[in-house]
């Protein structure tokens, strides 16, 4: 993005149009940054909390009173019985640059000795599912998708989430292209595509096996790939077999003909792409569904052309150096780690050693964490130390001891690789930090000094920081370097022009093929080949459950929204209007709910309250709450993950945010409220 300044103000915020995947455009949240970063609602100056916690009450002190107490409550509890593992981080990607996000950071708490944090709250099951086929997030080169002729869009809603993926589809779109969205909700990128598969959450490993087994069945197979590039297709076969066109419609819930069409369009349209995203990955089989799509483009020689293939995430054709930016040699000892994704859980813990402080930045657990109620309740502890560092007073700052305020991205260096395309970016600063608002880097530079860590790391200047970060070596690094980034923005990785990682084999594997079968998940004690995992909460698994929640929740991300970052800003917030549940005529009917209503959703973890509207976009049996509203922001003060749950996925111990049953009722049918 290209920022113009203006006597040191922001004055203008525009997509740079000679970046070749993103072309000028930017999506709406980013478009208009500039609310963000002048929002009056900002984080200054530190502060001190006055008020009880979470009332949100706090006195300005100076940096050098913030630091020093900080300082001195960490050294009291790292020198006490408990040590320095009861000290946790708490950071997402609240930024996803490379320096501001896990540089310096993970340095001061590895040479402190805190608890490791596990993040697995968006994307680990995914990656591990992924992973354990094709050997590391590499795939299709997303300016590719335009020649495509059938592309799939699975667990994903680009509209909403992809801009610069979707644009690429509707030029496939125009020259011909078949689209498939696959995907429990008729989202606006569902809307668009040429047919929508309103599949159950938690059934695409399902789904991914009947189109195996169609594919073999009626022989619509690459043999000469699988032979030369593959591992374990015998197996594979022998269990793919057992998913029938009938078994898997029964178990999706939806008609054989969706089956059928859609194996034997992927069979014969070529080339075709995946584009599959975290949705199908949050619920408890969530790395396996992943596992079981992976398979599929190689079943089909689909990684033969640069259009064919899947994409889940192209991080890793990054050579980042994350050791060289992380420090794990400054780890003292062997510490625990805490999953993030199991927070409430934690905080609650009263086993040896408790957690006595926490310090959360690029994140924000009391709205974006599982079982909320566990959550707050942990925060809420008078004998938590708490510090959070942030650009706005978000609901799980009102419960800080200590809290900082944080730059936004016009206001600080980084360095960016990407999940989506194939570019390294430098991240320039625009404009000087706002008031006494520090990077990441800065605030755990000075916490260094003030706890005396003299190791020479500690200076490292965030210019320094960006030099460690790639791998410059590297052939896929080749011609890049940071100083040239800097000038130019964005330099694309050393791959070629028509990228098509695995036309040949080479999979980043151990075998150097596709793996169907997994000899590391077998020695985990894993099954070694993809299988139907379905959700710990749902009709077929938990009869006595759904009888009490009969409904299958989700909670996609609103249009206006990311995660929580923007979840604040008064202009996306009149966008969004309000907090709604989107629910299908035939479910609604059941209950007396019409369009305006208000209404609770609930369980046995908890609840919330939202407008309905009654819409066939959600099918029967399955309730769709765009999200995450921040909870102060919300009708009562709860949002969505009032009723989610802190089970984790099958691989990548991650959250299962669609692994939930639901029952809603209408509370005030005659405060009706129009959407």
């Known amino acids: 993005m290209l920022v113009t300044v203006e006597n040191g103000k922001a004055v ?29 609602d900002r984080i200054l100056h530190p502060m001190r909390r006055i008020g009880r916690k979470g009332a949100g009450r706090f006195a300005r002190i100076s940096w050098d009173e913030a630091l020093q107490e900080i300082a001195e409550r960490f050294a009291a509890i790292a020198a006490s019985h408990d040590g320095p593992q009861s000290i946790v981080p708490y950071s997402y990607c609240g930024t996803m640059g490379l320096i501001q996000g896990s540089s310096m950071d993970r340095r001061f708490f590895h040479r402190l000795g805190a608890s490791l944090l596990d993040r697995t709250i968006c994307a680990t099951a995914g990656k591990a599912g992924w992973v354990s086929v094709i050997g590391a997030s590499v795939g299709m080169d997303l300016e590719q998708f335009e020649n495509s002729r059938l592309i799939l869009i699975w667990g ?23 689209l498939v969205a696959i995907d429990p909700y008729r989202s606006a990128t569902a809307e668009k595509c040429h047919e929508h598969i309103a599949l159950l959450p938690g059934t695409d490993a399902a789904l991914a096996f009947g189109v195996m087994h169609l594919l073999i069945a009626e022989n619509r197979l690459d043999r000469d790939y699988i032979d030369r590039y593959t591992v374990g297709f015998e197996a594979l076969a022998a269990r793919a077999a057992e998913w029938t066109s009938a078994r898997v419609a029964d178990t999706c819930g939806i008609p054989v003909e969706q089956v059928l069409r859609l194996a034997r369009d992927y069979g014969t349209i070529k080339p075709a792409a995946i584009r599959l995203n975290y949705g199908m990955q949050r619920a408890y ?8 799509v992976a398979c599929l483009p190689a079943l089909v020689g689909a990684w033969r052309d640069p259009a064919g293939g899947a994409l889940l995430s192209s991080s890793g054709t990054f050579p980042i150096d994350h050791v060289a930016l992380e420090r794990p040699d400054l780890m003292r000892g062997a510490p625990r780690t805490i999953n993030m994704s199991a927070i409430g859980d934690a905080l609650l813990d009263p086993d040896d050693p408790p957690i ?3 310090f959360v930045y690029n994140s924000n657990p009391l709205a974006v964490a599982p079982d ?3 959550v707050t309740q942990g925060f809420a502890r008078d004998d938590l130390f708490c510090v959070v560092h942030e650009i706005f007073q978000t609901d799980t700052a009102d419960y800080a001891d200590i809290l900082l305020p944080a730059t936004t991205q016009l206001e600080q260096t980084d360095i960016h690789s990407s999940y989506g395309h194939l570019y390294a970016l430098a991240n320039n600063p625009a404009i000087a930090p706002l008031g006494e608002a520090l990077p990441n880097t800065e605030v755990f530079r000075r916490l260094a000094a003030k706890m005396g860590f003299d190791e020479p790391c500690f200076s490292d200047s965030d210019e320094a920081l960006a030099q460690q970060a790639y791998r410059w070596a590297d052939p896929r690094a080749q011609g890049l370097d940071w100083e040239t980034l800097k000038r130019d923005g964005w330099q694309r990785l050393n791959v070629p022009t028509a990228y098509a990682p695995f036309s040949q084999g080479n999979f980043p594997t151990s075998s150097r093929k596709c793996e169907f079968w997994s000899e590391k998940l077998r020695a985990q004690g894993h099954d070694p080949l993809p299988e139907v995992v379905l959700p710990r909460e749902s009709a077929a698994t938990n009869t006595a459950l759904a009888a009490r929640y009969p409904l299958a929740f989700i909670s996609p991300p609103a249009r206006n929204f990311l995660n929580s970052s923007f979840a604040n800003l008064p202009g996306f917030v009149a966008e969004e209007k309000t907090p709604r549940l989107e629910i299908h005529p035939d479910d609604a009917h059941q209950r007396g709910i019409t369009t305006g209503d208000v209404v609770r959703i609930f369980n046995d973890r908890g609840s919330f ?9 959600a099918r029967r049996g399955v309730v769709v709450a765009p999200s995450i509203w921040w909870r102060k922001l919300a009708l009562d003060g709860e949002n969505a993950n009032a009723v989610t749950g802190q089970a984790l996925t099958d691989l990548g111990r991650a959250a299962t945010f669609y692994d939930c049953l639901v029952e809603v009722a209408s509370i005030h049918a005659k405060d009706r409220q129009p959407l």
């Open 12 to 40: 203008e915020i525009r997509g740079d149009p000679t970046h070749p995947t993103t072309s000028g455009k930017l999506c709406t949240k980013v478009a208009r940054y500039l609310d963000r970063t002048y929002s009056a």
């Open 156 to 178: 994903s809603n680009p509209i909403t989430s992809n801009l610069h993926l979707w644009t690429r589809v509707q030029e496939a779109k125009r020259r011909g292209a078949r």
């Open 285 to 292: 089989g969530g790395g396996n569904a992943v596992r079981a």
């Open 356 to 358: 006595r402080a926490i």
């Open 372 to 374: 909320s109620a566990k």
């Open 609 to 617: 309250t939202v407008i309905a509207r009654v819409t066939n976009r």
